[in-house]
């Protein structure tokens, strides 16, 4: 069929980068709402469930940490930890590194309801699946840089990104595996690189810098 108006969406269209942010807005509000829903059914408020599969993923962390790690306040963190620890799901200990400050450490059972909180955004995990390799490598790398962007800019926690971090060298080698992690001293290929890594030791400003303009002279 021969359109009348075939310039009528050049016109008439959003930019695409525009439409993304809708799309990426309408997602975010479908994993806020299942992880509402989730989080209710085990009985948690949504943060206590972040909580809980934080220490599940990283050990026991303190509330400053655990503040910076999930981009929440600390009087929040304390507010959810004080009934998280009501409800005998997380315990307190003294942190030998700061006389002042606690450890937190989940229970059996809390460390149950956390690995359960770490699965709840397994519905996006399936939706991801039905897009092609070639697809989820080019949307997995446009989320690396915007992350690290939005890093940058104070929006989202700089932590647990390899982009960001200290043991992270990018194309000091040809092939599939270009990158590499002084941390286990092993290759990382580009599809490799890790979001939310335990072993995350954040880099300084300006060595994370100079390694994200070594990292884009091959991505």
């Known amino acids: 069929m021969t359109g009348k108006l075939p310039g009528y969406?050049?016109?008439?269209?959003e930019s695409l980068s525009a439409r993304i942010a809708t799309g990426l807005h309408k997602l975010g509000l479908a994993m806020k709402q299942q992880s509402w829903q989730q989080a209710n059914g085990a009985g948690l408020s949504a943060t206590q469930g972040q909580i809980l599969a934080a220490l599940v993923a990283h050990g026991p962390l303190s509330g400053t940490e655990l503040s910076e790690r999930l981009g929440v306040t600390l009087p929040t963190?304390?507010?959810s930890v004080r009934v998280l620890v009501e409800k005998a799901l997380v315990t307190r200990s003294p942190d030998p590194r700061h006389p002042?400050?606690?450890l937190l450490t989940p229970t059996a059972t809390g460390a149950a309801l956390g690995a359960r909180a770490r699965s709840w955004p397994e519905f996006m995990a399936d939706a991801v699946a039905d897009l092609s390799p070639e697809e989820q490598r080019a949307f997995f790398s446009g989320i690396v840089k915007m992350i690290r962007m939005l890093q940058e800019q104070?929006?989202?926690p700089v932590t647990g990104m390899c982009v960001t971090c200290t043991h992270f060298r990018p194309n000091v080698r040809p092939g599939a595996s270009p990158h590499h992690c002084a941390f286990v001293d092993a290759p990382i290929s580009s599809d490799q690189l890790r979001l939310d890594c335990p072993e995350h030791e954040r880099a300084s400003?300006?060595?994370r810098r100079e390694v994200w303009e070594q990292f884009l002279r091959r991505d």
């Open 205 to 207: 400003e300006s060595a």
């Open 9 to 13: 969406f050049d016109a008439n269209s």
């Open 77 to 79: 963190i304390s507010d």
């Open 154 to 156: 104070g929006l989202v």
């Open 100 to 102: 002042r400050a606690s």
